[in-house]
Each structure stands twice: as structure tokens, then as C-alpha cells.
């Protein structure tokens, strides 16, 4: 069975600054798909950044980059220039495809608070 | 794209009464799937469809809990008798069953009893 692993369960970062949230799991697969989801306190689950296990070339979406460690099993969070709109629960998560379709397992989560 | 949408938004109710929770996949998607979360166990899978027919329903909690989808478009959790341990956002979300497609959820349903 798959797991993720959020090892922060809170971080904060002042408004401006960049700031690394981890993830690391646990698979016996080759390939698979990562992701970060964004649940600000509106609770909506927003999908942030996706990374093919299959690409070296680490995914990035405007302020929002990865740092994908094949091997180790990590799959880090860089958040740039943080904005107070990024303040939320973020959510790394794991997909595995088999002959019934898609499975997401999650992490615990790390709440993030950006501060003025 | 309206995106998942669940019904309702929050529901309120006492212990041991029935609770119908509701979902809209986006049009096309053929996956859809239940999700649990609190603040204890954060996110948990209950149940998941594709094309649907549950797939995997190991998640649901209790012979409480159940789920149908009788079509394309629709699908209900249901839980009767509920109980104030079943408090939390119930979450649905749907994609595609081909490929590693991302979820897409709706805005979740808040469940408080009481």
C-alpha cells in the first residue's frame, strides 16, 4: 500500500519570502503521479502542481515549484514571493493506476500561514 | 466547466436521523469518489465509482454508510442512523478513469450532528 508523509503539520513564512513544505512516501510502483492540492479556509480543494514520476524535470506553475527526488521518495513544495492568499492547508498526494482506474491517497496535510 | 457540485453545503441534524448527501461529477468524468475529512483522520477515501459501479467501498465506515450512483451524473451518500461521531466535510470528486488524471472536488458538504 501506498503512503504520504507530511512531516509539518504547521508552517509560517513572512509575506514575500519563499518557503518549503515536504512530503515524502512510500511505493513500490515506477510510475505514478504526485501532486500538491490547496484547501484554503473557503475548504475548496485546489489542485496546485502535478508531477509525472516518469520526468526528471522538476514541475513548476508560476511561484509554485517541486523538487522531485526519484529515489529518496520526496516531493517538496517551493512556494515563491508567498502571497497572504496563500495561507491554507496544503495536501501532497499520491496517484497509483491499475486496471480499476485511479486511487489519490493523501497526506496529513501542513497548514501554512503567511504573514504580513 | 461548473465543476463538482455537491448538496447541500451544510446540513445540521440530530443523532438518528437519515442524511443524504449529493454530487454532480463534471459532465464526461467517469470516476467519481467520497471522501471523509477531519480534523483527526484528515482526508480518508470512503467509497469510489467508475463508470458507475463501486470499485472499492472498503473505506466506509460502518453498514451505516452507503452509497449509490445511478448514473452518469448523480450520486448520493447516505447515512442512517446517523451519529455525532459522523460530524465532518464529506467531500466527492470525479475524473477520468483513463491515465493518471487529477481529482477534481466540489466544495464538500459540512455534516454536524447533534
Known amino acids: 500500500a501506498q503512503t504520504v508523509t507530511q512531516s509539518q503539520p504547521e508552517m509560517s513564512v513572512q509575506e514575500a519570502e519563499t518557503v518549503t513544505l515536504s512530503c515524502t512516501y512510500d511505493t513500490s510502483e515506477n510510475n505514478y503521479y504526485l501532486f500538491w492540492y490547496k484547501q484554503p479556509p473557503s475548504r475548496q480543494m485546489i489542485l496546485v502542481i502535478r508531477q509525472e514520476a516518469y520526468k526528471q524535470q522538476n514541475a513548476t506553475e508560476n511561484r509554485f515549484s517541486v523538487n522531485f527526488q526519484k529515489a529518496a521518495k520526496s516531493f517538496s513544495l517551493k512556494i515563491s514571493d508567498s502571497q497572504l492568499g496563500d495561507t491554507a492547508m496544503y495536501f501532497c498526494?499520491?496517484?497509483?493506476?491499475?486496471?480499476?482506474?485511479?486511487?489519490?491517497?493523501f497526506g496529513g496535510g501542513t497548514r501554512l500561514m503567511v504573514k504580513p | 466547466d461548473a465543476g463538482v457540485i455537491q448538496s447541500p453545503r451544510h446540513e445540521v441534524t440530530e443523532m438518528g436521523q437519515e442524511v443524504t448527501l449529493r454530487c454532480k461529477p463534471i459532465s464526461g468524468h467517469n470516476s467519481l469518489f467520497w471522501y471523509r475529512q477531519t480534523m483527526m483522520r484528515g482526508l480518508e477515501l470512503l467509497i469510489y465509482f467508475n463508470n458507475n459501479v463501486p470499485i472499492d467501498d472498503s473505506g466506509m465506515p460502518e453498514d451505516r454508510f452507503s452509497a449509490k450512483m445511478p448514473n452518469a451524473s448523480f450520486s448520493t451518500l447516505k447515512i442512517q442512523p446517523s451519529e455525532p461521531r459522523d460530524s465532518a466535510v464529506y467531500f466527492c470528486?470525479?475524473?477520468?478513469?483513463?491515465?493518471?488524471?487529477?481529482?477534481?472536488f466540489g466544495n464538500g458538504t459540512r455534516l454536524t450532528v447533534t
Open positions: 498526494a499520491f496517484i497509483s493506476h491499475n486496471n480499476a482506474g485511479n486511487m489519490l491517497t
Open positions: 470528486a470525479s475524473s477520468l478513469v483513463a491515465g493518471y488524471s487529477p481529482l477534481h
